[in-house]
Nanobody
Framework: QVQFVESGGGLVQPGGSLGLSCVASGFTFNRYAMSWYRQVPEKERELVATITTIGESRDFPNSVKGRFSISRDNGRNLVWLQMNNLKPEDTAVYYC?????????????????WGQGTQVTVQS
């Protein structure tokens, strides 16, 4: 079945960097755009980056533009999120997913395929 497994989160000081990884399975990876999302308690899930099947990145909100980048390896079903110059407001649980598979209610975190996510905490 469709599965996403995120890793790479942790505790980092403001201004630091982290790279998140996601392994996907259960679908034809190279046929789907992939995205990273994040969520903090009591707030809706936020889209932070998308990469198309051919590697074009888009959908960066202003809050992360210029600091986050997304990449993928279609041969290994991997997608990464590189986060630089991290800020305390980047603290969240980060998830990956294929937008076409995550359902209409992804902002509420609903859907059948969400993984566990990986916690990113930015603090001094």
């Amino acid at each position: 079945q469709v599965q996403f497994v995120e890793s790479g989160g942790g505790l980092v000081q403001p201004g630091g960097s982290l790279g998140l990884s996601c392994v996907a399975s259960g679908f034809t990876f190279n046929r789907y755009a992939m995205s990273w999302y994040r969520q903090v308690p009591e707030k809706e899930r936020e889209l932070v980056a998308t990469i198309t099947t051919i590697g074009e990145s888009r959908d960066f909100p202003n809050s992360v533009k210029g600091r986050f980048s997304i990449s993928r390896d279609n041969g290994r079903n991997l997608v990464w999120l590189q986060m630089n110059n991290l800020k305390p407001e980047d603290t969240a649980v980060y998830y990956c997913g294929a937008p076409a598979l995550m359902g209409a209610n992804w902002r509420q975190g609903l859907g059948d395929y969400w993984g566990q996510g990986t916690q990113v905490t930015v603090q001094s």
